[in-house]
């Protein structure tokens, strides 16, 4: 079912793009990862446009009907739902921290300078873990509120002011999930204009209020405690599903999941090009300076200060390295590794044409100001480095 509807819409939006909105590149959907691609805003075009011509359409066929109120409250239970399930996912992504990236040793020995916005944006976020998981429990408190019909406006409340932090750092920060996150701050928006009146009544005019009415989506008895059943079944499985999901990778890919051989911060002390050793000059960009491993991901920092990323992968029984640059498998580094004694690693192994041999002494993360400095309740004085 999912295939076919993302076939259609493989179909649909590059015709749109091409023969309405006359587009001078095509508008193919390409995986990546990313919320915001060409394909996805040209998307919101097709939704959009098919959604006006639906509500014309419909407006002139049902002209007598003035409102929907069974409608209405079926769309209200959609988007609490919707919202919470979102919420509830990307919440316990934050209570258990799996969703930003630790300090881990190729970000510790990567100058901020080297980063993208996006890159700088989840590094800072996973710094901490505490504030990681506060935000994640603003989010699971709007995504339960939300479960609740009076409590649904709190919930939206606390939502969209969740939101609008997270819609602020995906524009300023440059995160490629703009348009899911506007989404999402939309749909907080509709729940608490739904009661606008009434709130303004309480924050604003400091008037008496009233209960809002509702319409009763089920009428009969069988079919209200059908719904409850459903609706405390769906929740249970949204809760608990997501909360096993974020706590099995935590130990899969997260913090808690083991480290390869390699991982760690490891310092050029030697090395052996062709039986010769290398002077250590600054000029020679061929040259390894650093070399710096954590989560299938090299970062070798050479002489000259240029930075070259490799995906990395270890054979824990032929004990070798293989570092891949790009696609073309032909030309991947493949290095054996061996620990002389705890802190010192020797590389050897052809690096193109030359054979090569690295002899590397390991760093202790703690070195670094950011991991060692902690945390102070008495400051004399500002300490900002």
Known sequence: ??????????AVVPWFGAHVLHLARPATAVPSGSGDRFFDWVMILVMLSASIVAAVVW???????RSYPRLFAA????????LARTLFSYGFDKVIPNQFSPMTPTRLTQFVGEMSPGGFAWTFLGFSVPYEMFAGFAEVTAATLLLFRRTTTLGALIGAAVLTNVFMLNMTFDIPVKQYSAHLLLFCGLLVAFDARRLLDVFVRERATEARGHTKLFTTPRARVAARIGGFGLAIWMIASTFYAEFS???????????????????????????QIQQPLLT??????RFATSNGTALARMAT?????????TDTVKQTATLRNGPDSTSAIILAYTFV???????????LTDSVEIRLRRRPESSYLLVSRGFHWVSEF???R
């Open 1 to 10: 079912m999912y295939e076919s509807y993302q076939a259609l819409w493989k």
């Open 59 to 65: 407006s002139i066929f049902d002209r007598r009907a």
């Open 75 to 82: 769309f209200v239970l959609y988007l609490r739902f919707t």
């Open 249 to 275: 990778g935590l130990y899969e890919y997260g913090r808690l999941a083991p480290h390869g051989p390699l991982h760690g911060i490891f310092e050029v002390e030697r090395v052996t090009k062709n039986g």
């Open 284 to 289: 020679d960009g061929t040259l390894w300076r």
């Open 305 to 313: 200060d240029s930075l070259v990323r490799y995906r990395l992968e």
């Open 341 to 351: 004694d705890p802190t010192h690693l020797v590389l050897t192994g052809r690096i």
């Open 382 to 384: 500002p300490f900002f």
